[in-house]
C-alpha cells in the first residue's frame, strides 16, 4: 500500500483537481463546484449542467474514493463529535452553500483559478469563519 500522507500525494492530488476542473471547464464550459453539481442532481437548481453530466460527476466522487482507497492506505480517523452535532454542522455548511452561491470546490478551485473577484472574497470568507471556528473551539471552549 502507498502512503497517503506524503507531498508527492498532496501535490498529486492537487494537479488532478485542478486538471480535472480545468478540463470540464474547457470542455463543457461548466465549473466544477460540487453543491451546484448537487443541486443539479436533487433538481433544486435553477440553472446549471446538464443532469447526465452532474449525476456522472457526484457518482464518480466516491466511486473515484473507493477505488483510492484500494489502492492507498487509509489513515486512521477518530470523530469525537456527537451524531446531532455533526448533523447541525452539515445542514449549515448546506445553507452556507446557498446562501454564497457555491461551495469551496466551485469558489476555491474553479473560481480562484479564473480570477473571479466574487470566488476570492467568498474563500477568504470560508478561510476566515474556518480559522476562527477553530480558534475559538480550541483555544477559548478547549474543545
Given amino acids: 500500500m502507498l502512503e497517503p500522507l506524503s507531498p508527492v500525494f498532496a501535490i498529486g492530488g492537487g494537479l488532478l483537481i485542478g486538471g480535472a476542473a480545468a478540463l470540464l471547464l474547457m470542455l463543457t464550459g ?20 446538464p443532469w447526465k453530466l452532474a449525476t456522472a460527476f457526484i457518482l464518480g466522487l466516491p466511486i473515484g474514493a473507493a477505488i483510492t482507497s484500494l489502492l492507498v492506505r487509509r489513515p486512521d480517523i477518530e470523530v469525537k463529535s456527537s451524531m446531532p452535532l455533526l448533523i447541525a454542522a452539515g445542514l449549515l455548511v448546506g445553507f452556507g452553500t446557498r446562501l454564497g452561491n457555491g461551495c469551496t470546490s466551485g469558489h476555491g478551485v474553479c473560481g480562484i ?3 473571479s473577484p466574487r470566488s476570492i472574497a467568498a474563500t477568504l470568507t470560508f478561510m476566515a ?11 477559548v471552549l478547549g474543545a
Fill in 30 to 49: 461548466r465549473i466544477a463546484g460540487v453543491s451546484g453539481m448537487f443541486a443539479t442532481v436533487m433538481r433544486i437548481a435553477d440553472a446549471g449542467p
Fill in 129 to 139: 469563519a474556518a480559522i476562527a471556528t477553530v480558534f475559538i473551539t480550541r483555544h
Fill in 113 to 115: 483559478g479564473r480570477l
